[in-house]
DNA sequence: CGGAATTGTTGTTTGCGCCACCAAAAAGGG
DNA sequence: CCCTTTTTGGTGGCGCAAACAACAATTCCG
């Protein structure tokens, strides 16, 4: 079954984890900041950043003087010497990079595939890149394990790809061969899912409970669920993949009626441009394109905005193209189709997070595990003269 | 901000709580298996079971000889001299019930209305049956809480009633006012909602994590969803109210399409009966009603399945009847309409609880404020010789 | 009837957070 | 410029909850 009752050493790793949260999310704060925060005694506080310390997960440093009558507290903030591996593998490539507990992306390495890879190839490339990235890293740095976002249904618990249609992939165990090959802990999950995620903890989400992410790329529109503060995956994983929910009264797939290719055709035929050429050369052609998938995305949104009554939704790739050109058409068409109260509940805006959105997606589950047991890093020992031990 | 890191005296709380939530949902169960289930040891869960029994939640009887080794371990089960007091009001009337730990009904009175009730009406009616209610009880028992089940939007937070329109009210402090006419601490929330609850905890949807209930009443449609194992409410309180979702391509709401009338009209028209009896005389009647409702409500639900992916759907009050009476049809509906994958992961079933349902919802608010703090009910001081004191 | 298995009971131990006290560091006021 | 006020860090002792260990009780089985 579950956990369960909590003993004395929960009570410690709860503590420790809630403080590694708070600094995770909400960036550097200060000792009295956390007191207050978390309702500890300060001694408390002291102890148990002590602790994170000693385990090089986070660093304190002075403040500078605030203006602020009284003795200056500590400023605690994400050690930059603990990183995660974030991976994303693509049919066209795959994406290694190194990740702050703060959240933030600080190098990185692809490497492109000519035709769609089989699981055992992007394991052993994912694999080089992992050794490439791990030798230019400074030493002393310590890697928590290694996050993956991959363009699948994925089973989350054990990281089983279960289906996997770009790639070709049928009930891959990427997680286990991940882990295997690295020997580092490996978490595996739904691109669009954990692109939710980040847009929620430090995109245009941020502090919203319930809200509906859709991301539109190349190969379709995926999305994610956020409700109650919590992702929402459902019973098999299907939860938030809005793509292929019906848009239209015909039954054709939302995915199938708004595309990016129907864009790009509209303005540079068959040219091979990114979403930041594809804004620029919209804004310079007529509306129309924009607007039309507008109705249509506007449709969708009105039934799931019916039925999971979000505060927020957030449109990302060429979906927060669309959303940026008709803000009036789109809102219109929602409140056109939505019922009146859900309706006017949902603000819709445009992702914030660009091209690292994955990537800072895809830690965050191996953070989540860092979180729920801080201790599994281990103490450096200082006694001696040496170098903290990596690994 | 949100609570948050736990001392020595949440561990405490958590692991009293723990106990009572698994005596409250599972039933009896002896102290050997509260041991393997809460990880804790036999001592603690002994000291913890202590506590309980000297608040009046739980008792403790010996275990009849079920032919194990060993020596026997004393049954833990919810103790019925702490009630908690569930009411239900409705246009029609109001409906006050004594509800124990265990999750079942031991009493209960009802108020009839010849018009929709005021606010300040129902507070007094309720407040007159409670203590008639309380009356009858035996000596010795303790209130732990009302819980209220109401149709309406309500802010679960504060128990504000925002917008009831069967009952004709708009920003109502109902769990305020009853708190203060009554004395004790009151929970309010959705019937729907509660109903969706009771299911998942005692009826047609034990153990599944992911559901979707529907409810169809007299005065329409109300659901309720539960994903990721917890109630969701999205925003404003809207997530799950399918009856005002569209049920049709023509922009109809479900619960103008699919309604109780309908059915009544065509066996037994203009006749007061109740869901017995309409079953009854639909079973003597050709079906061709129940089979036009079916495919309405199949759509709707196949729209529901596509964005949250339930593993059940539950379907009360006279969906319940549409269930029994058109399976096939209702699951090919579901299956033309849905993907694939979430229609196939859905399994379509009808609710189990009767009558009882929103008032063991409606307690189950109280419950979850007992679990959380089970020190809030005093401990019975047995030093002397005088009887446990009340309230 | 005796051994094995399981669990309740009791007294002791361990570890975590709290508390009280003192010291340190900044702001403000005369 | 010094002194008071305010806020926070640091330290040692304390209380408390759960774990642990040893023993007793109860049942089954041969």
């Known amino acids: 079954m579950k956990p369960t009752g909590s ?19 909400q960036g550097a704060l200060s000792r009295s900041v956390l ?29 500078d003087t ?19 591996l974030a991976v994303n593998p693509e049919f066209d490539g795959v994406t290694v990079a190194a990740v702050t507990l703060g959240g933030s992306v600080v190098d990185r390495l692809r490497r492109g595939f000519r035709s769609g890879p089989s699981v ?11 050794a490439e990235l791990r030798a230019r890293l400074p030493e002393g740095v310590q890697i928590a394990g290694i996050g993956v976002a991959v363009p699948a249904l994925v089973r989350a618990s054990d990281g089983m790809v279960r289906l996997a249609p770009r790639l070709g992939w049928v009930d891959a165990p990427l997680a286990e061969l991940l882990a295997e090959a690295t020997g580092l802990p490996v978490t595996v999950d739904n691109d669009a899912s954990l692109g939710a995620r980040a847009e929620r903890y430090f995109g245009a989400g941020r502090g919203i409970d319930d809200l509906i992410y859709l991301n539109g790329g190349a190969s379709g529109i995926g999305g994610g669920l956020v409700l109650g503060g919590r992702p929402i995956r459902g019973a098999g994983g299907y939860a938030g993949e809005f793509g292929h929910t019906f848009g239209t009264e015909g039954g054709i797939a939302l995915e199938r009626a708004v595309t990016r290719d129907a864009l790009v055709a509209a303005v540079a035929p068959g040219a091979d441009i990114d979403d930041v050429e594809l804004e620029r050369l919209l804004g310079e052609a007529s509306a129309s394109i924009t607007a039309t998938q507008a109705e249509v995305l506007g449709r969708a949104l009105a039934g799931m ?41 949902a603000e819709i805006v445009r992702a914030e997070l660009g091209a690292d959105l994955l990537l800072i997606g895809a830690a965050e ?9 801080p201790a599994q890093i281990p103490l450096r020992q200082d006694l001696g003269d040496e170098a903290a031990p990596e690994k």
Chains 1, 2 share one sequence.
């Open 7 to 25: 003993n004395l050493d929960a009570v410690r790793r709860h503590n420790l984890g809630r403080i590694l949260d708070l600094v995770h999310r």
């Open 35 to 63: 007191t207050r925060e978390t309702g500890l005694n300060r001694s408390t506080i002291a102890a148990l950043v002590a602790e994170l310390v000693a385990r090089g997960l986070v660093v304190e440093s002075n403040p």
């Open 66 to 84: 605030e203006g602020v009558v009284g003795r200056p507290s500590p400023v605690v903030s994400a050690s930059d010497t603990t990183l995660i």
């Open 120 to 130: 055992a190839r992007v394991v052993t490339e994912t694999t080089n890149l992992v």
């Open 305 to 345: 905005i019916n039925i999971v009554n979000p505060s927020r939704v957030v449109l990302g790739g060429f979906l927060g193209i669309i959303a940026a050109r008709e803000p009036e058409l789109l809102a219109a068409t929602v409140a056109k189709f939505a019922l009146v109260p859900p309706g006017e509940q």
């Open 365 to 373: 589950p191996v953070i989540d595990r860092l979180i729920a047991d």
